[in-house]
């Protein structure tokens, strides 16, 4: 066993704090991880504090993790020792059902779906027969700590133009952007939408542009407006945006495409007017019930709503090596993780621009019980 | 002028009654046509008792007209005095924007988009700078009527292996169903759901089976579930889906595509779960606000939800030459325009299997003021 150390929560209403744990010795398909940097998600803080009402605790988030593979199993091919890597929010799929056998794997659709890099893995109850939560024997601890152990498949190459902090974000933040961008086929050209200028937005407005689409940023923050213009995008105040079609507002039917960052519920119908007949607004950041769509909007240009989660393996080396190849990272502010409580405050008020990194030097043994 | 008779309500809360009006004659590129059916849609209730909040009175209703070429304008071409034809939801379109020109003409982006066959031309208010209704010189008065005059391109064919009385609800619940089926790729082997048993429902189920599809039917009603079996799908009681996820329930991840055609405000979130991974649900019977969509459930095998509006002028006719061809036509019954009141109440508590068409031959002039 490898005696381990991270940052948990023991129930949704304390602070993180240190604990020690084991993990498990890489098996011959797995490697194992010197954790250098954890970014810090939304989804971090909604697991923590059990607002998914599936929360196994100890609870230790994180799934942006970038690191130095310190040993790998016997039958490992992709990665040695020494070499940098990243882990995204899943370290397994159940490799059986189509879409893992066509690389998918996040929308695995095995009995428990793909493996969480934290908090997994378990069937929830929603998807179980007896309708209560089922644990497995692991509850799966995240990259708030010094090493992981993972599948080699599930460890991703981290590209030599990437700063490897900088990197961390695109594991969750930028394929999450990337991959509907490319699904739904933002291209040169495109006019492209971003709802939300935080950790997603922001990335997503960045690889937009490097695409060669025109992109227009919608906030609700003054203040970020001329952040927009300042990486290339036009932004435009929300509040702008009637409830309805507004035939005087230049950017009706402009969209090919528009994709909400926001992380929360949030009224879609200011801006399905904007679309393009036969185009879809996809939502990447609110995963709960969303408010009422007037359908005789959709209808009147064959217009769609959808969802999109994450994305596949290809598609997060992808994001890696689009953004080396373009320049393209987070604004990132590196965090000592003894203020990991703190910063998750900042991250609920929408006070960090963009994105909290961990460096997981700061992470000391002895602080543990 | 002509001289014309029609059956139109002054009021949202009055009775249908003989009404006397004159057409304009045919202009060059015009057909008029002694309309013989006219198929009844719920459509045409919604807007007698104004319930989109846009009628203009008198209203007379009628958007499945088929009928015989009585005279032609001088530079018609493509129809003869005589020929049988169809008019369905459209009778023009701005004939200038990018749908118009690629042959969308039911997504029409003209300041009025296209021109209903009845109730138009018109601006509603939420198009309008001022944000009131604004109305032309005409409120266009449709089928339920013994003649209509229409640019020649709007008036489609009815192929001679097709019933005429049978062919009128294919100009609008047949093209309805048919258009989204199209758009959306369903074909041979598909796995289709179609939601709600009506008008809509029924065609499209034929419809869908005559592309080699296999057709579920969900249905509130007991009584409907042999009708499925007898036209060769299946029917499945919608009281037997949970509101989330079952894994028990053999049809979840199971279809390409799913069609709603309930013609009222519903749950989508039963049917969600039901969708392969990238399938999209699309609502083509309510056109209002829908209720909230759980996202999570979206998102976790990337589907969507999207509207379809009618269909272009090339389904249309593609649409009456596929129920010709495949013997496919809606159950109809044969209703004297003078029961149209009854028809209605009938129709609105779900009653009439599956389309009222009203025989034409049953309208007579001296009945009007």
């Known amino acids: 066993m490898i005696q381990a150390v991270g940052y948990a929560t023991n129930h949704s209403f304390t602070d993180l704090k240190p604990l020690k744990f084991e993990r498990d010795e890489a098996k011959p398909n797995e490697v194992t991880i010197d954790v250098m940097y954890c970014g810090v998600c939304h989804s971090d803080i909604h697991q923590a504090k059990n607002e998914w009402g599936n929360t196994v605790y100890p609870c230790m988030p994180g ?94 190459k981290i590209p030599a133009g990437l700063k490897p902090e900088a990197a961390a974000p695109l594991l969750c933040a930028g394929v999450t952007t990337y991959s509907p961008m490319k699904h739904w086929g933002v291209k040169a050209g495109s006019q492209v939408g971003i709802v ?30 001329d952040e927009a213009r300042r990486i290339g995008a036009t932004g435009v105040p929300e509040e702008n945006l009637k409830k309805e079609v507004d035939p005087t507002n230049p950017l009706t039917l402009s969209f090919d495409f528009i994709l909400s960052t926001v992380p929360e519920k949030h009224d879609l119908n200011p801006f399905l007017p904007l679309l393009k007949r036969n185009a879809t607004m ?15 909007q959709l209808a009147s240009h064959r217009n769609g709503v959808a969802g999109s989660l994450i994305g596949n393996l290809a598609d997060t080396q992808e994001v890696l090596n689009f953004c080396a190849e373009h320049g393209i990272a987070h604004e990132i502010e590196m965090l000592d993780i003894k203020d990991i409580n703190d910063a998750y405050k900042a991250v609920e008020k929408g006070e960090v621009r963009y994105r909290y990194v961990i460096d997981m030097a700061t992470l000391k043994a002895e602080d543990a019980d």
């Open 196 to 225: 939300g200028f935080g950790g997603l937005g922001d990335i997503a407005a960045k690889m937009a542009i490097a695409m060669g689409a025109t992109v227009t940023i919608f906030t609700t923050s003054e203040e970020k407006l």
């Open 282 to 296: 996809v939502i990447c950041g609110d995963l709960g019930p969303l408010m009422p769509v007037n359908n005789m």
């Open 63 to 156: 799934h942006e993790v970038v690191g130095r593979v310190s040993a790998v199993g016997s039958a490992v091919t992709r990665h040695k020792v020494g070499d940098m890597v990243g882990v995204g929010c899943m370290i397994d799929s159940c490799r059986q059902c189509a879409p893992c056998k066509e690389g998918d794997e996040n929308y695995c659709e095995g009995p428990n779906s793909w493996l969480a890099t934290y908090n997994g893995p378990m069937v929830p109850a929603k998807k179980a027969a007896d309708e209560k939560n089922h644990y497995g024997r692991d509850n799966t601890y995240g990259g708030y700590s010094n090493v992981l152990v993972v599948a080699e498949d599930f460890a991703l």
